[in-house]
């Protein structure tokens, strides 16, 4: 029998006993849809989180902080002793979260770290508040973007730091609070900021909104402000009005630029270095490293129980061929005694387990993408409509061939068993079977 007639007389044969075959494929079908939609929220998160990575920073760069021996506050042990190199972080953390100032002398400590190629500090900025006209004052932020980070924007464009002009992105949820209308109207709008310099004394600063930023998982805005290089330089002289020259240049935290080309080995070298000389630094891989691993955990755990629901389902394709095995056993022994090899038997009933797989995995496979757009559509619109951009179930062919192919294989593998019984199957007595 050629190949092409032993795939042909596998399929035709599956049908024989209809109701035992698609109770079966029923049951491989739950494991191949939860498999699916569970690889498929993976895949969704995972792909969010790499389209909004340039948010976070470029993978060429490190956030260094100076190490701080003790934390500030109050310790466990007791109150920590004041450190008056110690300024506010600018991240989120406990109240009074601090740390410590890197100064001209930190800086270029790091731009003579081996592998480092560049430094650029962060500045720290701290307005009053933020009006529209004669409207409600806001509390609000100043981002500074490390290197690398990018805007997810709502309307507008990112600010422009070759420009004269004092501009800025705002966040969408103020747009509508300061009376600007929504997004697109509050393009070209002139707001005021209001900062207090070192005398005590209060500045408006103008500025013009070119953008707003939409709220984003990975949003580098938040409820801050991004201003472009005019906007924050004004802004930081004005706070600083009347500091001491010594005080003026003292940053939270700097951006360390390396060899984009850097294996894995070589970043953690660098780290090292940074170590040695006092410092923390940590890149974008590292920020998100945590998140997707909790992300990759549970889908691991879903994923577990999709392959639980395969197993149990194998046994039903064990059980599915082992009577087709003994309802024909009469027509092994002819299809023996015709020539047939035992090869070709075994390929014979291997075939049908396969087939039943793939049945049971491409329907389970095709039923669970449905699934899958609808849920991810419906929850774009209501629970997630604050995370624009995500798909929460998303779809990767190379996924959905593995799934076929895996669920294929375990059908194969449970198919062997009944196979090689048919396989051994003496054709004398197959024919006297009654």
Known sequence: MRTVDLIGSAVSNTFRSKTRTILTILAIFVGAFTLTLTSGLGTGINAYIDDTVTSIGAADVMTVTKTQETATGVAATGPVEYDPNAIASGQPGPPGSTVVALTPADLDTLAGIEGVTDVVPTRSISPDYIQAGDGTKYVIGVG??????????????SPDDDATELQLVLPVAFVESMGLGDAENAIGQTVSIAITDAERTQHLVEATVVGVAEEGLASPTGASLVPNTALADELFDTQNIGMPADEVERYAQASVF???????DEISALKDRLADEGFTGSTVADQLGMFKTVIDGIVLVLNAFAIIALLAASFGIVNTLFMSVQERTREIGLMKAMGMGNGRVFSLFSLEAAFIGFLGSAIGVVIAMLVGAGVSSALSGSLLADLPGLTLIAFDPLSIAVIIIVVMAIAFLAGTLPAARAARADPVDSLRYE
Do not use: K, Y
Not at 144 to 157: F, H, K, V, Y
């Open 144 to 157: 500074s973007l490390i290197a690398g980070q990018t805007i997810q924007l709502e309307a507008g464009s």
């Open 258 to 264: 390396f060899d984009p080309a850097s294996t894995d």
